[in-house]
């Protein structure tokens, strides 16, 4: 499967229906991770701002968008589409109830 182009070669069967990252995909996604939970929180901390609601709400917008960012535009050349917003949606709501577990709840792994 040629991920930039879209299609597959000689009548080829799908190895793996799940979404391959490659280096510069996975560097992106774990600056991102570590701003949203470090960085960003810290920083509107000094302002006064409660850290764990900003740790789950940056987490959720920025991991979020930047595995969109990564499997959309990166990884393969669909650019924007309706299904990105579906995809971005689910992330969203998946990865704000998974920092609100480990946030506010204390569950950690």
């Given at each position: 499967?040629?991920?930039?182009?879209?299609?597959?070669?000689?009548?080829?069967?799908?190895?793996?229906?799940?979404?391959?990252?490659?280096?510069?995909?996975?560097?992106?996604?774990?600056?991102?991770?570590?701003?949203?939970?470090?960085?960003?929180?810290?920083?509107?901390?000094?302002?006064?701002?409660?850290?764990?609601?900003?740790t789950?709400?940056?987490?959720?917008?920025?991991?979020?968008?930047?595995?969109?960012?990564?499997?959309?535009?990166?990884?393969?050349?669909?650019?924007?589409?309706?299904?990105?917003?579906?995809?971005?949606?689910g992330?969203?709501?998946?990865?704000?109830?998974?920092?609100?577990?480990?946030?506010?709840?204390?569950?950690?792994?």
């Open positions: 499967y040629n991920y930039k182009k879209g299609r597959y070669y000689n009548n080829e069967s799908p190895k793996s229906p799940l979404p391959k990252f490659g280096f510069r995909s996975s560097l992106i996604i774990v600056l991102t991770a570590a701003m949203s939970s470090l960085v960003i929180p810290y920083a509107l901390g000094n302002l006064g701002i409660s850290t764990s609601a900003m789950v709400v940056a987490n959720a917008l920025m991991i979020s968008l930047a595995v969109c960012y990564s499997q959309y535009f990166i990884e393969t050349d669909r650019g924007f589409q309706s299904n990105i917003v579906k995809v971005y949606l992330l969203f709501f998946t990865i704000g109830v998974i920092s609100y577990f480990w946030n506010y709840v204390g569950l950690y792994i």
